[in-house]
């Protein structure tokens, strides 16, 4: 299932500096994206999520952009903390009848460095 | 704030054997979830279940897989007979109506 796609693998980053992730999808049925946070040896945690109508949503250092028209959305960090180190996933969705089906990303390994 | 709990956070098993995986879903929630992430690949769907019965369910959901809310608080994954490629990290999920999903820490599941 290739729906959602994240090319990049990792990404290192100096701290204070922007990290920008990305991620690419295919149906344009999706009704909205999240990215996810993952820590070793823990759950995906919710980071920040953007309808299908939106082109841009803000949260504190957190802001995803959507380019519909291109099937892509970013997800930028400034500034760029040691603590963002961590996986983050991409995950589209399509609401069905309430529930909310995630298809993920493969994920891309962020390291922010001092 | 409220968390999804999974137990265990480990389980090692024989191949062929059975393995119950245990959440408890955030109490409000009404849908619930399991995922699983294979070591080194994407975090995948497994299985939606509302109003006591599945919602959705992957093709990896086949007939060794079960689930099942048998009160009020608890959610879990059976699978009766266990493989190799069954060995992954197994997420519990929950969600409002319409919300965002939260995700337990995990059980690590090694089949031998």
């Known amino acids: 299932d290739q729906q959602v796609k994240q090319n990049s693998p990792s990404l290192s980053v100096q701290e204070g500096r922007i990290s920008i992730l990305n991620c690419d999808y295919t149906n344009s049925m999706f009704d909205y994206f999240l990215w996810y946070k993952k820590y070793p040896a823990e759950g995906p945690t919710f980071l920040i999520s953007?309808?299908?109508?939106?082109d841009k949503n803000e949260d504190g250092r957190f802001t995803v952009f959507l380019n519909k028209s291109a099937k892509h959305l970013s997800l930028h960090i400034v500034p760029s903390q040691p603590g963002d180190s961590a996986v983050y996933f991409c995950a589209a969705v399509r609401v069905s009848g309430g529930y909310n089906k995630l298809i993920f990303g493969a994920g891309t390994r962020l390291a922010v460095h001092p | 704030e409220p968390e999804v709990t999974q137990t265990p956070s480990h389980q090692v098993t024989q191949m062929g054997q059975e393995v119950i995986l245990r959440c408890v879903p955030i109490s409000n929630h009404l849908y619930f979830y399991w995922y699983r992430q294979i070591l080194g690949q994407k975090v995948e769907f497994l299985v939606s279940?509302?109003?006591?019965?599945?919602?959705?369910k992957s093709e990896i959901f086949d007939d060794q897989f079960s689930v099942e809310r048998p009160d009020g608080s608890n959610f879990t994954l059976k699978i009766r007979s266990t493989k190799l490629e069954d060995s992954a990290m197994y997420f519990c999920?929950?969600?409002?109506?319409?919300?965002?999903?939260?995700f337990g820490s995990g059980t690590q599941l090694s089949v031998l």
């Open positions: 279940f509302y109003n006591n019965e599945i919602s959705e």
């Open positions: 953007i309808s299908s109508i939106k």
């Open positions: 999920a929950s969600s409002s109506t319409g919300g965002k999903l939260f």
